[in-house]
Each structure stands twice: as structure tokens, then as C-alpha cells.
């Protein structure tokens, strides 16, 4: 059973128990209930991705964090647990609906994700106060509050950073512990930014009534106006990266896909080995990047293979292709990945460490592509073989190894 079914049977596990039990008991301070539902549907339907592999709801996940953490004067009755978790599950679904209905990219998974954690940060909130506790002119009370409700937002955070790692783990093999510290990183730069407005959020409910929610609707637009500007550039930053990459095969010097493939293998290489999401996102465009310098030779490899050229003609069209990639101004890290993929691992990274042991990611990426990619012929074994010769010599051992693990859990172009 895949990861994702799980969550989605423990999502819609909490959700049905949820509603039942505030049927049963009915919906308290029912006027709040709906304003927040709203905020969360809406936040649903103007969901966006940040990248291939992340959606972001920021106007939802601050709306349920803040239903969540919901304790003041002006709320009568705080929500209990089960009306927060019934509350945001139909709400999620109210705003899921009309995506689906119109096409939109949407993710079950992920909004299941977002429900579990809201009820993590449900229960923490239950547990660290109790219903009398409003907020007052004791500063000892205020406090108290302030703290359960931070507590309330990282356990949120942290639950869904467990999650997300064990996702990884499973569908890109990638180490947990790796996978863990770059779901916290996200959480810490991102998530916590959801959290703290949904804390200001709640508070402003509470002391204003419902004239909260309009007060701090400003800092949620503000807050879904920058993560989609980020996510713009991303995706023109990668659409850029791709044209370039597209040049060499447009003139003859890769074979059709070649750039891609490389960089899908190097991806999984970079997975495996746990690298940091900045330094997986440079790996894929150096990946992509690797053969613009073969642009600058006489005539291209036959069926774009460079592994045909002398040393000498590659490491040329190496640096050459550093070169270009350098005049960006925003790829230096890339450029100079590129710069010593061409590099022998025995009088390159073996003694020179500062030489990123991403560029013996792409020479090794791209010697097995030219191996078993289309045209080539070669077996996934016999190419294993051939890369196996040069260990130690042309190639990083340590790259090698985590190449034979992926050929071996079934890795195909």
C-alpha cells in the first residue's frame, strides 16, 4: 500500500468520524464556522503549484490553522476538535469541487496532507488550554495563549514535515533523514509564515469578532500575491533553462531527449544521495546544461555522443559551456558544475575537494545515458560493466555505487 493511499484513508478516516460527531453534538458559534469554511474553500480554489513536486493553499492552510488555535473573548464557544477537523474537510471539499470541475490541477494527497495536520495542531491546542481560557488583560493569560497557539502551528508543521519526508522516501528514494531536513527547511521559510498569519488571524477573530477576518485578509492576499509571483519565475526560470538545453539537439550535438534523460538520471543520483533541494535544482539544470559547449566545436559527436570526442575536445567544450552559462549572472553555481563534468574523478574531485561532487554526478549520468539511451544498444548490465571499469579513475566511486542502486530498484529512461 502506497504512501498516498494511506493518507488519503487517514484523512477521510478523521474527516467522516469528525462529522459525525458534530452532527451529532451540533455546530457551535455556527456564524464563525461558516466565515472560516469560506476562507478555506476559497483558499482551496486558488490553490497553486510552486514546483513539480509542491502545491501551495496559503489563504486555506492559514484559515484552518487560525479555526484551529480559535480561543478569545468574542468567541462564545470555541470550536471543539471534531467541528475543527468537520469544518475544514467540507470546506476543502467545497473549494476541491469546483477545480475538478473545471479541469484545474488539483491533488487529493495534498489536501489530506494539509487536513492531518490541521487536526494535530487541533489537538496540541486542546491539550495545552482549556475552554475558560480566553484572552484578558492578564498578561500571564495572553502568553499562555500566544504559546499554545505557537506550539499548535509547529506541531502542524512538523507532522506534515513527517509526512511529506516519508513521501519522498517513497516515491524518489531519497534518504529520510535528508528528506526530513528539507521538508523543515520548507517549513521554516514557508510553512511557519502560513502559521503566524494564521496565528494573528485567530487572535484578530478574537479580540474583534468577526470583523477579524477582514482585517487581516490584506496580509493573506499579500501572502498568496508572493507565492505566486514566486512560483511564475520559478517556472519561467526552468522554461528558460529548458530552450537553452534544446539548442544542442536542435543543432545536431545531442540526440533528441538527451539533455532530459541526462538530467532525470542525475535527479535520481542527486535523490539518492540526499542532496539539498537548492543543490538538486542546480544539479538538473547543469544536467540540462552539460553539452552547450559543444556548440563552439567544429562538427557534432555522431548521434550527439561525446563520449567519442578526445578529452582533450570535452573538457574544451566544458569550460567553454561554463563560460556561457557564467554570462547569466544568476548560474554561477551551475556554470561551474559544468566546468568539471568532464573532469576525471582521479585528478579531478579525488584531489580537490572543492570540486562539486555534482559535476561526477553528470559525468557519470551522461556516460550511462550515451550507454543505454535511444540508439545506443547497450544493456543496462553491460553499461554498469563498461562505467564499472573506470571507477576510481574517470569516475566517482561514491556516484557509481548510487547509480548501481538505482539501476538496480529498476531505473529506465
Known amino acids: 500500500m502506497g504512501s498516498g493511499v494511506v493518507i ?4 477521510g478516516a478523521l474527516a467522516l468520524i469528525a462529522i459525525v460527531l458534530t452532527a451529532r453534538h451540533g455546530v457551535t458559534e455556527w456564524q464563525y464556522a461558516l466565515v472560516f469554511g469560506v476562507l478555506i474553500a476559497v483558499g482551496e480554489m486558488v490553490q497553486f503549484r510552486v514546483d513539480r513536486i509542491r502545491n501551495r493553499a496559503p489563504i486555506a492552510t492559514s484559515a484552518a490553522l487560525a479555526y484551529a488555535v480559535l480561543r478569545g473573548p468574542a468567541v462564545g464557544v470555541p470550536p471543539e476538535v471534531a467541528q475543527i477537523i468537520a469544518v475544514t474537510a467540507v470546506a476543502t471539499a467545497a473549494g476541491i469541487v469546483p477545480r475538478a470541475i473545471a479541469g484545474l490541477w488539483w491533488d487529493i494527497v495534498v489536501s489530506c496532507r494539509r487536513g492531518i495536520s490541521v487536526a494535530c495542531a487541533a489537538v496540541a ?27 499548535a502551528v509547529l506541531s502542524a508543521g512538523i507532522s506534515d514535515a513527517l509526512i511529506g519526508a516519508g513521501q519522498a522516501t517513497e516515491r524518489y528514494n531519497r534518504p529520510f533523514p535528508a528528506a ?20 494573528l488571524l485567530a487572535a484578530a477573530t478574537a479580540l474583534l469578532g468577526l470583523w477579524g477576518p477582514p482585517v487581516v485578509l490584506v496580509p493573506l492576499l499579500l501572502t498568496q500575491f508572493a507565492f505566486r509571483r514566486y512560483s511564475s519565475a520559478q517556472r519561467t526560470y526552468r522554461a528558460t533553462v529548458r530552450s537553452m538545453a ?9 540526440s533528441p531527449g538527451q539533455n532530459a534523460r541526462t538530467a532525470a538520471l542525475a535527479v535520481a543520483i542527486g535523490n539518492d544521495l540526499g542532496l539539498t533541494p537548492a543543490r538538486m535544482e542546480a544539479l538538473e539544470y547543469a544536467a540540462l546544461l552539460s553539452g552547450v559547449g559543444q556548440l563552439a566545436l567544429a562538427d557534432p559527436s555522431p548521434g550527439g555522443a561525446s563520449l567519442l ?8 567544450a566544458a569550460e567553454i559551456g561554463a563560460s556561457v552559462i557564467e554570462r547569466s549572472g544568476v548560474l554561477d553555481h551551475v556554470a561551474e558544475i ?16 572543492a570540486i562539486p561532487v555534482e559535476s561526477g554526478i553528470v559525468n557519470v549520468a551522461l ?9 545506443s544498444g547497450q544493456s543496462p548490465d ?7 571499469l573506470g571507477i576510481g579513475a574517470e569516475y566517482d566511486p561514491v556516484v557509481v555505487e548510487s547509480l548501481r542502486r538505482i539501476v538496480g530498484r529498476g531505473f529506465r529512461f
Do not use: C
Open 8 to 11: 488519503v484513508a487517514t484523512g
Open 125 to 151: 491546542f486542546a491539550v495545552l488550554t482549556t475552554p475558560d481560557l480566553v484572552w484578558t488583560g492578564r498578561w500571564q493569560e495572553a502568553i499562555w495563549i500566544a504559546g499554545a497557539m505557537l506550539a
Open 180 to 199: 526530513l531536513r528539507d521538508e523543515l527547511s520548507v517549513m521554516t521559510r514557508i510553512g511557519l509564515a502560513m502559521g503566524i498569519t494564521g496565528m
Open 246 to 254: 534544446r539548442s544542442t539537439e536542435i543543432a545536431g550535438f545531442s
Open 309 to 316: 570526442r578526445t578529452r582533450e575536445e570535452r573538457q574544451r
Open 338 to 353: 559544468v566546468r568539471h563534468s568532464n573532469d576525471p574523478y582521479r585528478h579531478g574531485r579525488a584531489n580537490n575537494s
Open 367 to 375: 556516460a550511462y545515458e550515451q550507454l543505454v539511451g535511444e540508439g
Open 382 to 388: 553491460k553499461a554498469m560493466e563498461s562505467i564499472g
